[in-house]
């Protein structure tokens, strides 16, 4: 076979390695520490599964079974309008032009609601499509101090007069495994460590036939 040859199927394979490495199938856990004027400390922690393929981020909270049924999210009657965002998953994609769009789906409501940018912030989404892709704007990086590597990446660290934050990147995946940030008196800290999981055997986007679609200002008074 000639060289030229063996560098094009070499070229292709990379190729198709680095269009699967676009996709991940994420577990996200956030712990959030904080002291209060009151002394007492309190503690939060949740996760989130993160499915993320082209164009396009699915991320769903992972509620114990039991914690949140359908039957107290009607318990207002029929006639009583409301969306649990944190319940709801978050549908992120990504037009021609770059922007994103967002939908929140809610199993409970069997509806697939549209939310105009201008309602982003009170659902707690800041808007940043890089930011959604990859956990954390990449942009970040060229402001912060390399450190060591590690077997999953490397880490970056950054201190100013809000705190410091440090995050270990993997470049392959393109997304932090781990952040830790605190404020600069300490009093607050928030720890989130991601881990790649089987991807499951239904992708939660392809199981919405019947979902109503609606938007977001459908269910404000």
Do not use: C
């Amino acid at each position: 076979m000639k060289p030229t040859r063996i560098a094009l199927l070499l070229l292709l394979g990379l190729g198709g390695a680095l269009a699967q490495a676009q996709d991940a199938n994420l577990l996200v856990s956030h712990v959030l520490v904080s002291v209060g004027a009151d002394g007492l400390k309190r503690t939060t922690e949740f996760s989130e599964r993160v499915y993320r393929r082209e164009n396009m981020v699915w991320v769903e909270r992972v509620i114990p079974q039991g914690a949140h049924t359908a039957e107290e999210h009607r318990s207002g009657g029929p006639e009583h309008k409301h969306l649990d965002v944190a319940a709801a998953a978050r549908w992120i994609s990504r037009d021609e032009r770059g922007n994103p769009q967002l939908k929140l789906v809610s199993s409970e409501d069997k509806a697939i609601v549209s939310v105009a940018s201008a309602d982003y912030g009170n659902v707690g989404f800041d808007g940043s499509w890089a930011s959604a892709y990859h956990l954390s704007d990449p942009a970040v990086l060229k402001k912060m101090t390399p450190g060591p590597r590690t077997s999953q990446g490397r880490w970056y660290s950054q201190a100013g007069n809000g705190g410091q934050m440090r995050l270990l990147w993997n470049d392959r995946l393109q997304l932090p495994m781990q952040i830790e940030s605190q404020d600069v008196r300490g009093l607050s800290r928030k720890v989130t460590r991601v881990q790649a999981i089987p991807a499951p055997r239904t992708l939660p986007w392809t199981g919405l036939n019947g979902y109503a679609t609606k938007d977001y200002s459908d269910f404000l008074d």
